[in-house]
């Protein structure tokens, strides 16, 4: 008689590089009305099928995953919740751009609703998702969660290195912004480990010494990661935006989120103009846009409405096993 299974089901496909592992099947109906209470039902009770589908042997380190929930508000079309080698983020516009490619290229929601806009729930906030007619390939934009400076002018002291200058912004989630070329970091594929590095310092030691709050949610109130900001390799480009996030993954992509926090710090320095979209390269060359479309006031904090938009494409569907007499079913990770 063969061994007991788990089997989860998967799409995969890529934004700008990085990857999303869409779960379709193969998750039990999570118990709670908030997006926030579902996944704390995650975290307490199903954290190894994360692990079981991001580490390997079937994922890898820098994999990252996606289950779309039930939404929390009537007026929102579906819910999300993302997952990393870490835990579980707030808020990831890499994945909204690729689960909105997904929703229209599988019939389950029809592409002339996806131009007129739905909305989606996340951890951070209701976000509305918009797709716009971009050649062969449908470009995915979103409205991301009201997103600020939260403080300016900061420094730490890291061992070996010496002063690093840094701004705190939120776009969904809390970036560190730090000026490479200040570091003298080169931000190639080819310097990957020192990026990784030299991420993962500044952002523990922020960690230790900066107090970080949210007008919300005590859960959204951490450092997700550092964004090093230097200038774009190819013409056209703002800028270069290469992002080390929760335990030292390097985003393929330029991160939707943290362009989201550079928009709003542009934004706040009189950079940018309401409206006014720029794009930003990866640290392998692909590209988001982003633009500042409106002033909001989110608890009496003045932020801004981000959109954000890209190009996701499909790389696989998976049928992945998990046999209960497996010792490292739910899975493993070397560094």
Same mark, same amino acid.
């Given at each position: 008689?063969?061994?007991? !299974? @788990?089997?989860?089901?998967?799409? &995969?496909?890529?934004? =700008?590089?990085?990857?999303? /592992?869409?779960?379709?099947? +193969?998750?039990?109906?999570?118990?709670?009305?908030?997006?926030?209470?579902?996944?704390?039902?995650?975290?307490?009770?199903?954290?190894?099928?994360?692990?079981?589908?991001?580490?390997?042997?079937?994922?890898?380190?820098?994999?990252?995953?996606?289950?779309?929930?039930?939404?929390?508000?009537?007026?929102?079309?579906?819910?999300?919740?993302?997952?990393?080698?870490?835990?579980?983020?707030?808020?990831?516009?890499?994945?909204?751009?690729?689960?909105?490619?997904?929703?229209?290229?599988?019939?389950?929601?029809?592409?002339?609703? !996806? @131009?007129?806009?739905?909305?989606? &729930?996340?951890?951070? =906030?209701?976000?509305?998702? /918009?797709?716009?007619?971009? +050649?062969?390939?449908?470009?995915?934009?979103?409205?991301?969660?009201?997103?600020?400076?939260?403080?300016?002018?900061?420094?730490?002291?890291?061992?070996?290195?010496?002063?690093?200058?840094?701004?705190?912004?939120?776009?969904?989630?809390?970036?560190?912004?730090?000026?490479?070329?200040?570091?003298?970091?080169?931000?190639?594929?080819?310097?990957?480990?020192?990026?990784?590095?030299?991420?993962?310092?500044?952002?523990?030691?922020?960690?230790?010494?900066?107090?970080?709050?949210?007008?919300?949610?005590?859960?959204?109130?951490?450092?997700?990661?550092?964004?090093?900001?230097?200038?774009?390799?190819?013409?056209?480009?703002?800028?270069?935006?290469?992002?080390?996030?929760?335990?030292?993954?390097?985003?393929?992509?330029?991160?939707?989120?943290?362009?989201?926090?550079?928009?709003?710090?542009?934004?706040?320095?009189?950079?940018?103009?309401?409206?006014?979209?720029?794009?930003?390269?990866?640290?392998?060359?692909?590209?988001?846009?982003?633009?500042?479309?409106?002033?909001?006031?989110?608890?009496?904090?003045?932020?801004?409405?981000?959109?954000?938009?890209?190009?996701?494409?499909?790389?696989?569907?998976?049928?992945?096993?998990?046999?209960?007499?497996?010792?490292?079913?739910?899975?493993?990770?070397?560094?």
């Amino acid at each position: 008689m063969g061994n007991a !299974f @788990k089997t989860i089901r998967t799409i &995969d496909y890529h934004t =700008g590089g990085e990857p999303l /592992r869409i779960i379709t099947d +193969g998750y039990p109906k999570l118990p709670g009305t908030t997006i926030l209470e579902k996944r704390q039902y995650l975290i307490e009770n199903l954290d190894f099928l994360r692990t079981g589908l991001i580490f390997e042997p079937r994922g890898h380190f820098d994999m990252y995953a996606c289950l779309p929930v039930d939404p929390e508000r009537e007026d929102s079309d579906f819910g999300m919740i993302f997952m990393h080698n870490e835990g579980y983020s707030t808020m990831c516009g890499h994945a909204v751009i690729a689960m909105g490619t997904y929703l229209i290229e599988s019939g389950k929601i029809l592409e002339e609703k !996806f @131009k007129k806009g739905i909305m989606a &729930d996340t951890p951070a =906030g209701q976000i509305l998702i /918009r797709a716009y007619s971009h +050649g062969k390939k449908l470009r995915i934009g979103f409205e991301n969660v009201p997103s600020y400076v939260f403080q300016t002018d900061l420094k730490i002291h890291i061992d070996g290195i010496g002063s690093v200058d840094y701004q705190l912004s939120y776009g969904g989630a809390f970036y560190a912004l730090v000026d490479a070329a200040s570091l003298g970091l080169e931000l190639r594929p080819d310097n990957g480990n020192a990026i990784r590095t030299l991420g993962m310092k500044i952002k523990e030691k922020i960690m230790r010494e900066t107090k970080i709050s949210h007008p919300l949610s005590n859960e959204l109130a951490f450092l997700y990661g550092v964004i090093f900001i230097g200038p774009s390799k190819s013409s056209g480009m703002h800028s270069q935006n290469v992002c080390v996030f929760a335990d030292g993954e390097i985003d393929r992509s330029p991160t939707g989120t943290g362009v989201s926090s550079r928009i709003a710090y542009h934004y706040q320095t009189g950079d940018i103009r309401l409206g006014e979209e720029i794009e930003i390269e990866s640290i392998i060359g692909t590209s988001f846009r982003v633009k500042a479309l409106r002033e909001v006031q989110f608890h009496g904090i003045p932020t801004v409405i981000p959109e954000v938009s890209g190009q996701a494409f499909l790389t696989g569907k998976h049928e992945f096993i998990i046999e209960e007499a497996d010792p490292l079913g739910n899975g493993f990770l070397i560094r």
